[in-house]
């Protein structure tokens, strides 16, 4: 079975940091695009960043970039998101997503507030 | 930013009956490799977003023959022939061809 399990989310103060992952089953994890997408309390999901198969190109969205680093290690299955500099409107659900969004997991909440 | 618009945003629709909803890109969404990144999806209420329809008219694994997706150039549409109870939920256009993918604002189905 195709599988995307999230884990790292919490509560955190305004600047903080969290380290999401992202671990992946059923498919050759190396061999497909990653994408983490949030969705904010009420509102429609918002693609965050993506990462190619070999982890040699991402891309951000504007309002995360220079604090959000996104990795993949291929051996372990796995993609993460370094989520640093946190601030209020970064409170959402993180969902993995394979290429395409075909599959998604079932989120991990990421809560920013004092 | 490739802006998504849906119409309509809610839509009430009786058990058996057709529903339509359409949405439109800001820009083109043909990728340089020929093809369009253009997706339907479902997100039920409490759950996960679920990907019905991607390339515009190719429906995933496992979902009804009811759904069929439609479109070129920056206007797509998707159709439910006739809708189920289990239909009810936001269902959100996306495009994948420029970065950042963006998605539409929802189109919320009920049933009257």
């Known amino acids: 079975e195709v599988q995307l399990v999230e884990s790292g989310g919490g509560l955190v103060q305004p600047g903080g940091s969290l380290r999401l992952s992202c671990a992946a089953s059923?498919?050759?994890?190396?061999?497909?695009?990653m994408s983490w997408v949030r969705q904010a309390p009420g509102k429609g999901p918002e693609c965050v960043a993506n990462?190619?198969?070999?982890?040699?190109?991402?891309y951000y969205v504007d309002s995360v970039k220079g604090r959000f680093i996104i990795s993949r290690d291929n051996a372990k299955n796995s993609l993460y998101l370094q989520m640093n500099s946190l601030r209020a409107e970064d409170t959402a659900l993180y969902y993995c997503?394979?290429?395409?969004?075909?599959?998604w997991g079932q989120g991990t909440t990421v809560t920013v507030s004092s | 930013d490739v802006v998504m618009t849906q119409s309509p945003l809610s839509l009430p629709v009786t058990v058996g009956q057709p529903a339509s909803i359409s949405c439109r890109s800001s820009?083109?969404?043909?990728?340089?490799?020929?093809?369009?990144?253009f997706n339907w999806l479902q997100q039920r209420p409490g759950q996960s977003p679920r990907r019905l329809i991607y390339?515009?008219?190719n429906r995933d694994s496992g979902v009804p023959d009811r759904f069929s997706g439609s479109g070129s150039g920056t206007d797509f549409t998707l159709k439910i022939s006739r809708v189920e109870a289990e239909d009810v939920g936001v269902y959100y256009c996306?495009?994948?061809?420029?970065?950042?993918?963006?998605f539409g604002q929802g189109t919320k189905l009920e049933i009257k």
């Open positions: 996306m495009q994948g061809t420029h970065w950042p993918h963006t």
């Open positions: 820009q083109g969404l043909v990728h340089s490799d020929g093809n369009t990144y």
């Open positions: 059923g498919f050759t994890f190396s061999n497909y695009w």
């Open positions: 390339k515009v008219s």
């Open positions: 997503g394979r290429a395409g969004l075909g599959v």
């Open positions: 990462i190619k198969e070999d982890g040699s190109q991402t």
